[in-house]
């Protein structure tokens, strides 16, 4: 495995380029054009500039965290085939840059859902947090508006107040697509991407869908064994992958992590790693990656991703607001610097022991 960071730019990070590169345990950058919309096009100029600055400061990019799919090709609506296009010339770009890894979604209108940013632990820190409670309370418009105060002046990745300023009409693009109709349209672009991404050599991860349920009645697939392993087999192509996202898949508490992982032995090309907290199955908070800070046994999933034999980009996922740091919620430096470490520590010791027969 490669340890990684994830890193929004320098117009959009907190965190600099310089200090990732000091936290050491991390050699390689996942990043992004953080100001493209879905279905716009990323040009080989941007991507090689990117690639610079990044590599000036001693580091590399070991994959793309988002190249954003479009709500067309999602919904299947007629601008569809012409947001695929230029979403392969996009990756033919990265390609020719010589980048390998792009991670993406295919979750409907909203990214990733919390319903606080800034929940206070027992220490002070604070953390993201989920209750259901709390999300069937609101109009799904008001749920930007309810979270946009805690964003520490930040942008957020999947709630761009653009984007969010048509929750509405996004709503109603998605009206008449089911779980099914979704997996189709998924199905339709893979097979379109992947001659791109076989040229190239791209391997295509995606995130799950976070939470891992149906939130205001849209529909959700990425969510559990069973729906990855017919997304699998759907489109059966090494580079038709995941991008294992403990902390996401985790928050069905019915998801064997491990197990999982395990099944997913040569599909899985990129790892975010991070633990949760649970009061009941649906409010938890983020945790920090210790395994005794929150439910999940970090060892065995380090151990499940060391035993499939993973060699890709493992990223620490969210961490907490600590010591007094403001950043975007979930990716500041300290916490997530601490879970890299974490992390190092545990695939050291797996490897060593294997290595000595313990
Ligand atoms: C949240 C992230 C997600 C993820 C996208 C991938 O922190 O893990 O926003 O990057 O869903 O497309």
Same mark, same amino acid.
């Given at each position: ?247 996401? =898949? #985790? ?9 999982? %992982?395990?099944? /997913?032995?040569?599909? @899985?090309?990129? &790892? ?58 979930? =990716? #500041? ?9 974490? %992390?190092?520590? /545990?695939?050291?010791? @797996?490897?060593? &022991? ?5």
């Amino acid at each position: 495995m490669e340890m990684t960071l994830r890193w929004y730019g320098s117009k959009f990070d907190t965190v600099t380029l310089k200090q990732i590169r000091q936290i050491r345990y991390v050699t390689g950058v996942i990043t992004m054009l953080y100001d493209k919309q879905p279905g716009e096009l990323w040009t080989r100029q941007e991507i090689r500039a990117l690639k610079k600055e990044v590599e000036d400061a001693g580091l590399h990019i070991s994959g793309i965290e988002s190249v954003n799919v479009s709500d067309a090709i999602k919904t299947g609506s007629k601008d569809r085939d012409k947001d695929i296009a230029t979403y392969i010339e996009s990756l033919r770009n990265l390609g020719e840059e010589g980048i390998h890894l792009v991670c993406y979604n295919f979750m409907p209108v909203f990214d990733w859902t919390r319903t606080e940013l800034a929940r206070q632990r027992e220490d002070g820190s604070t953390v993201l947090a989920y209750t259901q409670k709390a999300v069937d309370e609101l109009v799904p418009e008001k749920m930007f508006e309810s979270i946009a105060s805690d964003m520490n002046g930040t942008v957020m990745p999947g709630w761009e107040p653009e984007r969010m300023a048509k929750v509405k009409e996004l709503f109603e693009l998605y009206k008449d697509i089911d779980n099914e109709k979704l997996f189709e349209n998924l199905v339709y672009f893979l097979k379109a991407i992947m001659p791109v991404c076989n040229e190239y050599d791209i391997k295509m991860a995606i995130h799950p869908d976070d939470p891992a349920w149906s939130v205001f009645g849209l529909p959700r697939i990425i969510i559990n064994k069973e729906n990855i392993l017919r997304m699998m087999k759907a489109v059966d192509d090494v580079h038709n992958g995941v991008t294992f996202c403990a902390g996401s =898949y #985790g928050t069905n508490l019915n998801n064997d992590l491990p197990d999982m %992982i395990r099944s /997913l032995k040569g599909r @899985i090309h990129f &790892a975010h790693v991070r633990n949760l907290k649970f009061h009941s199955p649906d409010n938890f908070e983020e945790a920090a990656h210790l395994s005794e800070d929150g439910n999940f046994d970090m060892y065995e999933i380090v151990k499940a991703l060391h035993d499939i034999g993973f060699e890709g980009p493992i990223r620490p996922d969210h961490g907490r607001m600590i010591w007094d740091e403001v950043a975007m919620p979930g =990716y #500041g430096l300290y916490d997530r610097a601490l879970g890299a470490a974490y %992390i190092c520590g /545990l695939w050291e010791a @797996i490897d060593k &022991a294997k290595k000595r027969g313990i």
